[in-house]
C-alpha cells in the first residue's frame, strides 16, 4: 500500500531554473495538498485541490502553480526557482466526502536547494 | 489568522516517564485539530484526530485532549519509550477555510534509554 508517493525526493536547481514536483497517491481521496517545511516555521499550505478539477491557493501561493491531472495526481511547477523557494515540499491527500474530519495522508518529501 | 504554538520546543525525557505536550490556537472556531509525528527526514503520520465536539481521543498509549474554549490541546503519552523519538506537530483546521491545516512548529522528543 504505497499511499502518497513523491518524487523526485532530492533536487538541487540552480536560480531561474524551472521544475516539476510530482505527486501520486493510491488511496481514492478526492482533496490533495501541497506545503512546504522551513526550519521553525511548521508547515504552510501552498496550493490544494478540493476534487479533480478544481485548485485553490493557501497561505504561500507565490511562485507556485500546480496542476490537478487527475484524481491521483497533483503536481506543483516552479517556473523560475528563487533561493527563497529553498524548503522540503510535502504532498498529502484526504477523503474530503466529509469536510474537514479526515487526517491528511502525507508523502515522505521532496527536499529541494536552489543555489 | 490562526496561530498555533507548541511548547516546549524539545523534550528529552528518560525511558519510562510518562510526558504531556501541549499545543494551542488562538481562534477557538475549528473543525478538529490533528497530531501527527513527524521521524527525521520522513513525512508526518496522522496520530490522533479530534473533532471540534469532542474532548479526547485515545490509541493505545496515547491520549490527545481538546479544550476549545481555551484554546488548548495536550497530547499524552503514556510509558515513554525510546522509539516514541519524533517530531510531534499540533495543527487545527479552522472554520470556514475548510481544507486548510495550520500547524505548529512541532516539539522534538527524545527518550533516552
Known amino acids: 500500500n504505497a499511499g502518497v508517493t513523491q518524487t523526485p525526493k532530492f533536487q538541487v536547481l540552480k536560480t531561474g531554473q524551472s521544475m516539476t514536483l510530482q505527486c501520486a497517491q493510491d488511496?481514492?481521496?478526492?482533496?490533495m495538498y501541497w506545503y512546504r517545511q522551513d526550519p521553525g516555521m511548521g508547515l504552510r499550505l501552498i496550493y490544494y485541490?478540493?476534487?479533480?478539477?478544481?485548485?485553490d491557493k493557501g497561505e504561500v501561493p507565490n511562485g507556485y502553480n500546480v496542476s490537478r491531472l487527475n484524481k491521483r495526481e497533483f503536481s506543483l511547477r516552479l517556473e523560475s526557482a528563487a533561493p527563497s523557494q529553498t524548503s522540503v515540499y510535502f504532498c498529502?491527500?484526504?477523503?474530503?466526502?466529509?469536510?474537514?474530519?479526515?487526517?491528511?495522508?502525507f508523502g515522505d518529501g521532496t527536499r529541494l536547494s536552489i543555489l | 489568522k490562526q496561530e498555533v504554538t507548541q511548547i516546549p520546543a524539545a523534550l528529552s525525557v528518560p525511558e519510562g516517564e510518562n510526558l504531556v505536550l501541549n499545543c494551542s490556537f488562538t481562534?477557538?472556531?475549528?473543525?478538529?485539530l490533528q497530531w501527527f509525528r513527524q521521524d527525521p527526514g520522513k513525512g508526518l503520520t496522522s496520530l490522533l484526530l479530534i473533532q471540534s465536539s469532542q474532548r479526547e481521543q485515545t490509541s493505545g498509549r496515547l491520549n490527545a485532549s481538546l479544550d476549545k474554549s481555551s484554546g488548548r490541546s495536550t497530547l499524552y503519552i503514556a510509558a515513554s519509550q525510546p522509539g516514541d523519538s519524533a517530531t510531534y506537530l499540533c495543527a487545527v483546521q479552522t472554520s470556514g477555510s475548510a481544507r486548510q491545516l495550520t500547524f505548529g512548529s512541532g516539539t522534538q522528543l527524545t527518550v533516552l534509554p
Open positions: 488511496m481514492n481521496h478526492n482533496s
Open positions: 485541490s478540493a476534487s479533480e478539477g478544481t485548485t
Open positions: 498529502a491527500s484526504s477523503d474530503g466526502r466529509t469536510a474537514g474530519n479526515q487526517p491528511q495522508h
Open positions: 481562534d477557538s472556531a475549528i473543525y478538529n
